[in-house]
């Protein structure tokens, strides 16, 4: 049962892979294999990390309160996702009415761009040239290793073995962000998977509330 729930616990995590994958998909954007496996190292070696400090704070906290504070930081972490994504479709809203599109400065600094690239996949291919490669890959990787990395000490708090979980994230990544190029290069002209961003961010609000009850 534990191995089930820290499947789903990998899959709802890494939905940011396949949300940015049905964005590459959509905009006929190539990830190669080798690019995918650096997301997927990314991924793995942040929530490992992240789940290290993680089972330091769980020494200092009784189990039932370690699982109902893991369980909350989750679901605040689902909030802020879905939060990101309700900015990024009024921001595209926005720059649908106006001539020019000014950049933001913040996205010159390294946890700009990275926050950019989580809100707007399309930003990781910094050199415009369609294929998501070599830096650009450790950039977009990073990037959804943001969430990865604040989940990893819920988890850790919940529980869960670190290596095990970090290995099911990365490879869930690789698979779903996979699956997003494909689905993306499917259904071009489907609006409604705009929508579909919310997601990540809402299962995540969900996985919390029920680790907290």
């Not at 950019?116 to 977009?140: C, F, K, M, W, Y």
């Not at 490879?171 to 929508?195: F, V």
Request: net charge neutral.
């Amino acid at each position: 049962m534990k191995v089930i729930s820290l499947l789903a616990f990998a899959c709802t995590v890494s939905l940011d892979g396949l949300s940015a994958g049905m964005t590459y998909g959509i905009r006929r954007m190539c990830v190669p294999i080798r690019s995918i496996l650096i997301i997927m190292v990314c991924s793995g070696t942040a929530l490992f990390l992240s789940m290290q400090i993680g089972r330091g704070l769980s020494s200092f906290i009784s189990p039932g309160i370690a699982q109902a504070a893991g369980g909350l930081l989750i679901v605040l972490i689902g909030i802020r996702s879905v939060y990101q994504m309700y900015r990024q479709q009024t921001e595209i809203a926005k720059q649908e009415d106006e001539s020019t599109h000014n950049s933001d400065d913040s996205t010159q600094t390294p946890i700009g761009l990275m926050s950019e690239i989580l809100r707007q996949p399309a930003e990781a291919d910094v050199n415009h040239s369609g294929t998501i490669t070599g830096i650009e890959a450790l950039l977009l990787g990073l990037a959804l290793s943001l969430d990865a990395f604040g989940a990893g000490i819920g988890a850790a708090l919940i529980g869960y073995t670190p290596w095990l979980t970090a290995l099911f994230i990365g490879i869930s990544n690789g698979i779903l962000l996979i699956t997003g190029l494909r689905l993306g290069a499917m259904c071009r002209d489907i609006r409604w998977l705009s929508r579909a961003n919310y997601l990540p961010g809402m299962l995540l609000i969900l996985y919390g509330l029920i680790k907290v009850w």
